[in-house]
């Protein structure tokens, strides 16, 4: 079974472009979760879907970022503007179930220059 | 917002030594998990407890949920190399939820 997968796993850009990232999680898992993890931080929750909706956003920092997931199955998060402390490491990850458990993509490593 | 704490925040440890990190909480959660971390991949699941004053085994492994629900330990014996990288302990209380990270522990393994 392929685990969850992430792309780009690096991506450079300058402060004001735009950028997204894909999420594809394992296949027939209804739950998908954005994390990030800001240098030699805890990972912090940014949003979760159920299918194609939106549980729970809570964790999204502003209105520059914006997350999809069309048609239930793989997500896009799109940072527009980026600014500088956009800059961290974007997981994903993916569950089936109620018990907690959640499985993480490698990555992908954001720098805003 | 719930926050854990995590700690230490790093270990240095002799190949061959035990290994002892915790986790607690100011909220209870109703699963813990622990998670390693290695250079430039994404945290995989070791060990996930789902009842208060559980303890579970995953090879060298060891893991407990606390009696209060407010924290947990992880445990890993006779420590090789490969050991190396960040630990990090998350908590899950909601149905299908969020996780919630503690800081991590980076552990290095002197050969």
């Known amino acids: 079974e392929a685990g969850v997968t992430q792309f780009p796993s690096h991506s450079v850009i300058e402060k004001g472009q735009t950028v997204t990232l894909r999420c594809d999680p394992i296949?027939?898992?209804?739950?998908l979760y954005w994390y990030r993890r800001v240098m030699g931080k805890e990972i912090k929750f940014l949003l979760h879907f159920v299918k194609e909706s939106k549980q729970d956003e809570s964790g999204m920092p502003n209105n520059r970022f914006l997350a999809e997931r069309t048609g239930g199955t793989y997500s896009t998060l799109k940072v527009q503007p980026a600014e500088l402390e956009d800059s961290g490491v974007y997981f994903c990850?993916?569950?089936?179930?109620?018990?907690?458990?959640?499985?993480f993509g490698p990555g992908t490593r954001l720098t805003v220059t | 917002g719930q926050q854990l704490n995590q700690s230490p925040q790093s270990m240095f440890i002799q190949e061959g030594e035990d290994v002892s990190m915790n986790c607690t909480s100011s909220?209870?959660?109703?699963?813990w998990l622990w998670y390693k971390q290695d250079p430039g991949e994404g945290p995989v699941l070791l060990i996930a407890l789902y009842k208060a004053g559980e303890l579970t085994s995953n090879g060298r492994l060891t893991a407990q949920f606390g009696i209060t629900r407010k924290d947990s330990f992880l445990n890993i014996s006779a420590s090789i190399p490969s050991d190396v990288g960040i630990y990090f302990c998350?908590?899950?209380?909601?149905?299908?939820?969020?996780?919630?990270f503690g800081q991590g522990t980076e552990l290095s393994v002197k050969p």
């Open positions: 909220s209870i959660f109703n699963t």
């Open positions: 296949s027939g898992h209804d739950n």
């Open positions: 990850a993916s569950s089936q179930g109620i018990r907690g458990e959640q499985y």
């Open positions: 998350a908590g899950y209380y909601n149905q299908g939820g969020k996780l919630i």
